[in-house]
């Protein structure tokens, strides 16, 4: 099984700040690496798929990039609606998320 | 627009079976992979299990298998899981979402139920 690594597991930021979030895969996963927001007590939603491909109607301030095992989420200009958890998640194998990154803002 | 409405979740003993039900709308249901992912209180996502458009393949989570069951009805556009020989540890709130994929094979979770709560307790 794939072993998915986030870090760091929490941070707090201030709007307007850039934020970045590491993602780590215990093999190498090519591209297959998607993100998602969990804001409190909500689903999860899809921000990103094969590592940089934003989903339709998410924010222009949500990028992500990597391939191979280093995979990066950042969000550019920190809005008070990004306060949630974000998940990493690799779809190379069966499936496996990362830990979760709480932020803060 | 799509909607996944998760329903069956219950207060259960350990030891005990429950089943879950997944009623999708606004799709062409048997067109898509169904899956399963659970989060325990406070936790991160855990992958569960999940099922291609017509049944053939399915895969779970080691810590699931030989005790839950994924399957569907595609006539009725509903994906369910049996969960049996239940531990605490399965104490989660269970959300259904659509696994789509793309042109290159690329697959991932686009759409979520709103989840569905397990509790195993004496």
């Known amino acids: 099984d794939i072993q998915m690594t986030q870090s760091p597991s929490s941070l707090s930021a201030s709007v307007g700040d850039r934020v970045t979030i590491t993602c780590r895969a215990s093999?190498?996963?090519?591209?297959?690496l998607n993100w998602y927001q969990q804001p409190p007590g909500k689903a999860p939603k899809l921000l990103i798929s094969v590592a940089s491909s934003l989903q339709g109607g998410v924010p222009s301030r949500f990028s992500g990039s990597g391939s191979g095992t280093d995979f990066t989420l950042t969000i550019s200009g920190l809005q008070p609606e990004d306060s949630a958890t974000y998940y990493c998640?690799?779809?190379?194998?069966?499936?496996?998320f990362g830990g979760g990154t709480k932020v803060e803002i | 627009q799509v909607q996944l409405a998760e329903s069956g979740g219950a207060l259960v003993k350990p030891g005990g079976s429950l089943r879950l039900s997944c009623a999708a709308s606004g799709f062409t249901f048997n067109d898509y992979y169904m899956s399963w992912i659970r989060q325990a209180p406070g936790r991160g996502l855990e992958w569960v299990a999940y099922?291609?458009?017509?049944?053939?393949?399915?895969y779970y989570a080691d810590s699931v298998k030989g005790r839950f069951t994924i399957s569907r009805d595609n006539a009725k556009n509903s994906l369910y899981l049996q969960l049996n020989i239940l531990r605490a540890e399965d104490t989660a709130v269970y959300y259904c979402?659509?696994?789509?994929?793309?042109?290159?094979?690329?697959?991932?979770?686009?759409?979520w139920g709103q989840g569905t709560l397990v509790t195993v307790s004496s």
């Open positions: 979402a659509t696994y789509n994929y793309d042109d290159d094979g690329h697959y991932y979770f686009d759409n």
């Open positions: 093999q190498g996963i090519s591209k297959s």
């Open positions: 099922i291609s458009g017509r049944g053939h393949t399915i």
């Open positions: 998640q690799q779809s190379y194998s069966t499936p496996s």
